[in-house]
Each structure stands twice: as C-alpha cells, then as structure tokens.
C-alpha cells in the first residue's frame, strides 16, 4: 500500500507513488469521495495524475516535517518535471484557515517535458461527474451534494481533452468548493504553499520528541493530525474505507468515524509529545457525547457525533483491486460494547488533572458522568460485542470488563481530587469488587494466562492493556505468564494476532498490527526491552515508502493490509517509540 496522506484538519487525501490522486472525500473527512480510483477497481475513474511522456522513474517524498508532497518524474530524454501537493493548513485572521481544498504545483525541472492532465472526479461513491461546466480559467463538476471546482492557469482544452502538452512554466491546479479565488491561481498557491510549510514546520519544533527515531515518530505525529476533524475535535481510525483486511475476505470497514477506544490511544501519543490542542478539542467532542447521551452510549460517533452511521454497501464501487463489497457507514454503532463507558470517563478526566486545559472540570461535570459509572457496574457481567466488534457473537470481555472498571476507578480518582469524600469512597468500592471479580474469573489455570474473556477459554491480544489501565501491575504472575501465552500462541511468523479462533468471516489471516505495538510494550514492562526494541525495530522496516501503517499486515510476507493510514498503528510508532527510546543523555554519550 504505498500510498502517502496530505490533508489539513478537515480534509485528508491519498496520493499513490505515482503522484495519482486516488481517495479523496470532500468537503470533509466522511464525505463523498470525489478521487475514489483506490475502490474502482479496474474502472478508470475517480482521480487526479499527470501522465509524463517517455516517463522513466519517479520519485516521491514528504518535504521535511510537513504534509506536503513532492514527487519528481524523468523521462528517457533527460527532461524532469516536480510536482507539488498540499491541502492549506495555517493561521490566518487569528485562526486556523484549512478549506476544503487541494492545490497540485506542477513545475518543470529539466528539459521541456510533455505531459497530460486527466482529472477524473465521481460523486455519490463512484458515479462519473454528471456535468461539467468551462469558464474562463475553471471547470466545474457537478452531479453531488457539492460541486467541485477545478480552477487552473493550464490551458483548460487540454484538461478536457486530455491532451498531451509541452510544460515550459509551471502551472498550478487547485480543487475545492465552487468559489473563485481573489487573486491569481499562482499567486495565491505559492503564498498558500509557503505557509503550509512554516506552520507545519513550526507545529513539529513545538514537540518533546524522543532521542531515537525522530523522523519517524515526527511523520507518525503529522499523520494523526491529518486524522483530527478539528471542527469538532473528533479522531477518525482512518480516512478511508472498504481496504479490506486481508484478500477477498469481506473484512471491508467505514473507518471514517470516530471510536472512542481508538482515540484514547492517539490522545495518549500526542500528550506525550507536548501536543496539547488536539487533546484539548478532542475533550470538547467527548464532553458533548457525555451530556447528549439519553441512552446507552455508542463506541463509535460520526465527526459530528449525532449523524447516523447505519450502515450499507454501494455497488457503484468494485473495491480496492475489485474485492468488494464498498460500505458506508459501520454497523459497529449499533452494537452493545460496554468499553465506552470506560474510554468516555478516561477520557473527560483529561479536564481533572491536566492543567494545561483553559478549563478544568469540575463537580458538575463530574455528576454528569457518574451515570456512566453506574451504567458500567451494571454492565461488566454482561457479555457484549467486545472491541474486535465479533458480529455473530457476544461474551463477557475481560478487555470490556476491566474498561467498565476502569469507569469506576477513574471516578473514584476525580471524586477525591475534588474532595468529595462519600463520593470518591462509593466509587472505590465499586472498582475494588469489580477489580476481584474480573481477575478471578478472567485467570485460566489451563491456559496459565489470562483469557480474552470471563471464564473464557481462549487467548487474546487485548489482555495486554490490562497494566497500562491500571488493573494489575506488570510485574503481577499472572501478567508475566500471560505474555509468555501470547508470545507463544498468538504469534504468526514474529507477528501477533488479536486471537486464532475462527469468527464471523471465518480463521483471521492477518496480524492487527496494534497488538504488535502491545506486545512491545508490555515486553518492555516486564523487564524485556531488548527484545522490544528488536521487534519495534523490525515493525518499522514494514512502514511503507511514506512512512504509513495501514491496520494490519500479512505475517508471512509482510504485506499491508487493512484501512489505511491506520490511527492505531501511527499511534503505536509514537508510544512505543518514546517508551523504548534511550534518553537525549544516553543517545550522546554512545
């Protein structure tokens, strides 16, 4: 999958190693792709490239500490030409200015190289543009809930006719709403591009990054900005859907969205390296689901957390290589997975003990979650859909379990900094039966670990949270012969699995490539870091030319798989990273 993001805060898109726009929904992160050639299968539809004559190698990389791209292509006779790709991204007025736009520089190096501009877009997820309307220096399609406006100083004709042409100056092309621009496309995309640098530039000098791989936990950072809606604060797992798990599996999901757990960790590496804002809005969007929720929560919200996710296949897509089906939306919104309420809680505690946040939270908005403790308590003996969201099957996680836990404990922790005394006591109570009850029945003597479920019978990668969320300490036995069960059982050529069972699709094929990034770390736990580093060492060797890791990959070849690029994995660069890292004083002294 060597495909590599751009994006903005509002919009994210997907540029393949040959400078072809493939994925790109507009106006925003869970919007109608408008470049979808990355599920058109074998139909030549749904992009941006430039197609160089004689075009002899290509050549593509990130501008240092940015999100913007550049690719370089040569052709036989020595002529070259660069492009440039970026979605604006600085401040401007006094705030943030990230349209929903696009902006392609395409400049020529050497010689003067002919090429053809093919602009492709569909609407309503694979339909070819219904209109398309010239002026003067723009073309607009048409045939969605929004137009999308292509405005150009190349010579439209040979846009629209896909003609081949001589390229003796560079031309610009950006793609947004159906709005003119107040100066010339040039102008405005060269004053547009230089911010975009200096502020992604100036946001990577702001971070507590590491001694040991910078560039790439800087690249893995970047990328979860590009997965923040910044309008709302929410986090989608991925900007893209359907990019199946493994081949023809059907394991095609809508990671568009916003899941709770999984934000929990991209909050977690990015205060880790001083990134407080995302963490700051990210609260704000959480804060609104705690007081708008009537009914049981959801562990998956929209970017804007009441929309609907209901979800459905489009047959106007043949999918990513043609292995459908397409989906929209993710049925995982309906299903009961009683970890929300502990990643909700984790969550909105930030606003109790960080100080850095403008407001802090207080007895009010602690009451206000308090029914999702008692929710938990009632909830954690009951079996559930579990966080690899099985959808012909419940049971009573011990993952789900130790999240309601985690509900309790964490309340009891901001009661008694809020010096509420009955409160904190009741709560404490609380977690410490629930704490007994799930480390009795989680234990399997045959297994000599702890099973992915209550009085469960089988291993699963998830138990390896368990110390980090405070349910047992590392050090704990049960803990240390739980990681030699997973390292034993659950590992695939050096890769673990999330479990081995068959589920609803059948023997899983592919490793969750954050289970990996657990193992580490709990190796590291328990006192193994040199085998942590060598498996963290080797875990970025399968980053792709980008520096991406989509969410799983195949343990024999180490192919990637899965949506792509992945939250959890990007995240996991960062924590693993700075845990495993030596220190700035034991990196200058070797």
Wanted: net charge negative; proline share 5%.
């Amino acid at each position: 999958m060597e495909f590599a993001p751009i994006g903005n805060g509002r919009i994210s898109a997907l540029i393949d190693s040959h400078a072809s726009i493939v994925w790109w929904c507009f106006p925003q992160l869970d919007a109608d792709p408008v470049f979808s050639r990355l599920l058109s299968g074998n139909d030549e539809k749904g992009f941006c490239d430039v197609r160089m004559s004689g075009r002899r190698s290509t050549t593509s990389r990130y501008l240092r500490n940015t999100a913007i791209l550049q690719t370089e292509m040569s052709d036989d006779a020595g002529n070259a030409i660069r492009i440039t790709d970026f979605a604006p991204r600085f401040s401007q007025y006094e705030r943030l200015f990230h349209p929903p736009q696009i902006w392609r520089r395409i400049e020529p190096v050497a010689g003067i190289p002919q090429v053809t501009l093919r602009v492709r877009p569909t609407f309503n997820y694979g339909i070819t543009a219904k209109r398309r309307a010239t002026g003067s220096n723009h073309v607009t399609f048409t045939g969605g809930t929004d137009d999308l406006r292509l405005t150009t100083d190349a010579p439209l004709s040979y846009i629209v006719e896909e003609a081949p042409f001589a390229l003796t100056q560079p031309i610009t092309l950006m793609f947004g709403p159906d709005e003119p621009l107040d100066a010339a496309v040039d102008t405005v995309g060269l004053k547009f591009l230089n911010l975009t640098k200096d502020h992604w530039q100036s946001w990577v000098r702001g971070l507590g990054i590491p001694f040991e791989w910078q560039s790439e936990i800087i690249r893995a950072a970047i990328t979860l900005k590009l997965c923040s809606f910044e309008e709302t604060g929410a986090i989608i797992a991925a900007p893209t859907t359907s990019l199946p798990e493994s081949p023809n599996s059907g394991r095609n999901w809508d990671y568009r969205y916003c899941w709770l757990r999984d934000a929990y960790f991209v909050i977690k590496a990015l205060n880790r390296l001083g990134a407080t804002h995302t963490m700051e809005s990210y609260v704000n969007y959480i804060t609104s689901i705690a007081i708008d929720a009537t009914g049981p929560l959801k562990p998956v919200y929209g970017i804007v957390h009441n929309a609907s996710l209901a979800e459905r296949t489009v047959d106007t897509l043949a999918g990513y290589h043609g292995m459908g089906p397409v989906r929209v939306g993710n049925q995982a919104a309906e299903q009961t997975q009683h970890d929300s309420y502990g990643s909700i809680v984790l969550g909105v505690s930030h606003m109790f003990i960080d100080e850095r946040l403008p407001r802090m939270g207080d007895a009010a908005l602690f009451h206000s979650l308090e029914r999702f403790g008692h929710q938990a308590v009632a909830l954690f003996l009951e079996p559930d859909a579990g966080l690899w969201e099985y959808r012909g099957r419940t049971h009573i996680h011990t993952y789900s379990a130790t999240m309601c836990w985690v509900a309790c404990d964490r309340l009891a922790r901001i009661a008694r900094r809020l010096k509420l005394a009955e409160r904190a006591a009741y709560w404490h109570t609380c977690a410490d039966k629930m704490r007994a009850k799930i480390l009795d029945d989680a234990w399997n003597p045959k297994l000599n670990a702890i099973a992915g479920a209550l009085e469960g019978s089988e291993l699963d990668a998830s138990v390896l949270l368990l110390p980090e969320l405070g349910l047992l300490p590392a050090s704990d036995e049960r803990f240390v012969a739980t990681c030699r069960a997973i390292g034993r059982d659950l590992a695939r050529h050096g890769f673990i699995m999330r479990y081995t069972a068959a589920d609803d699709f059948g023997l899983p094929e592919t490793a969750f490539l954050v289970c990996q990034f657990w193992y580490i770390d709990a190796l590291k736990s328990i006192n193994r870091k040199d085998e942590a580093r060598e498996l963290f060492i080797d875990l970025l060797q399968k980053r792709n030319a980008f520096g991406m890791l989509s969410e799983d990959i195949n343990p024999e070849t180490g192919q990637l798989w899965g949506n792509h690029p992945q939250t959890y994995s990007m995240a996991g660069i960062i924590n693993s990273g700075i845990s495993l890292s030596r220190t700035w004083e034991q990196g200058w002294d070797e």
